[in-house]
């Protein structure tokens, strides 16, 4: 019996409440939680959402709100 297909409508929806999840904490942290930036500090981050550093920072580049557009950019 052949495995059944995953939903891919449903995992598209719940990967973008969780990259929204994500940016909301980060970008409206707690006066206990903020860096010296006014976001949350991705230690606490990951602690909040049991992921790594590396997965949040890649989840908050790809929304836009973190990282240097410029230095990916090649001349």
Do not use: H, W
Request: glycine share 6%; hydrophobic share 35%; with cysteine.
């Amino acid at each position: 019996m052949p495995r059944p297909k995953k939903k891919k409508n449903n995992m598209e929806e719940l990967s973008q409440q969780v990259l929204e999840a994500v940016t909301d904490a980060y970008l409206n942290p707690t006066e206990d939680t903020a860096d010296e930036n006014g976001k949350m500090s991705l230690n606490v981050l990951a602690d909040e959402f049991s992921m790594s550093r590396i997965k949040l920072r890649k989840l908050l580049i790809t929304a836009g709100v973190c990282g240097r557009p410029t230095a990916y950019i090649s001349g």
